[in-house]
């Protein structure tokens, strides 16, 4: 059983940037897929930014070029590197982490982009 600690959330200006961590509890390396989520207010979840089997890198349309994924497996994390924030990637962040059927989530990061 792997847990995960999202970490980093918190308030910026419009045009900044932030980094928000996922530390997991056990090793990371034996679970392929890793992905952060959010969710606005109002509004339904939506994937962010994805790394599955461990090498094929995604990311949604509205952060392309803007946000990156890393995954260490060494160290047993993964982050999000938000640039050129706007005010509506405010939301809460979740980091997962999937083996096949079986999804970990962690417990949410609160990101908030003032204009």
């Known amino acids: 059983h792997v847990q995960l600690q999202a970490s980093g959330g918190g308030m910026v200006q419009a045009g900044g940037s932030l980094t928000l961590s996922c530390a997991a509890s056990g090793s990371m390396h034996s679970l392929p897929t890793v992905a952060w989520y959010r969710q606005a207010p109002g509004k339904q979840r939506e994937l962010v930014a994805s790394i599955i089997s461990g090498k094929i890198i995604n990311y949604g349309d509205s952060v392309k070029g803007r946000f990156i994924i890393v995954r260490d497996d060494a160290k047993n994390t993964l982050e999000l590197q938000m640039n050129s924030l706007t005010p509506e990637d405010t939301a809460i962040y979740y980091c997962?982490?999937?083996?096949?059927?079986?999804?970990?989530w962690g417990q949410g990061t609160l990101v908030t982009v003032s204009s």
């Open positions: 997962i982490a999937q083996r096949g059927n079986l999804m970990y």
